[in-house]
Nanobody, 120 residues
């Protein structure tokens, strides 16, 4: 079992910044993808950013140039630096990890979600 603990959400004014963190623990053998998703009220969950195989990054068009995803392999942690935040970035943000556990079984784990509110 792989557990994820998120932190870093909160209330910020438009134009401000926040950094989200997601730490993974458990029976991890490998991590193939680390990503951040978000879900706003009344909307479907959408991909925000993802790191694939530790090197390839992909971003939603709406956050390109403002958000940066990164990872710390030693800590099994993924970060999302969010700059120039806009009210439309308001959502619950979820981290997601996919990989293999110690018994080479695939896992697809989600964090509990952290609220990000951008408002003046």
């Amino acid at each position: 079992q792989v557990q994820l603990v998120e932190s870093g959400g909160g209330l910020v004014q438009p134009g401000g910044s926040l950094r989200l963190s997601c730490a993974a623990s458990g029976n991890i053998f490998s991590i193939n993808t680390m990503g951040w998703y978000r879900q706003a009220p009344g909307k479907q969950r959408e991909l925000v950013a993802v790191i694939i195989s530790g090197a390839i990054t992909n971003y939603a068009d709406s956050v390109k140039g403002r958000f940066t995803i990164s990872r710390d392999n030693a800590k099994n942690t993924v970060y999302l630096q969010m700059n120039s935040l806009k009210p439309e970035d308001t959502a619950v943000y979820y981290c997601n990890l996919r990989g293999s556990d110690l018994w080479r079984r695939e896992y697809n784990s989600w964090g509990q979600g952290t609220q990000v509110t951008v408002s003046s």
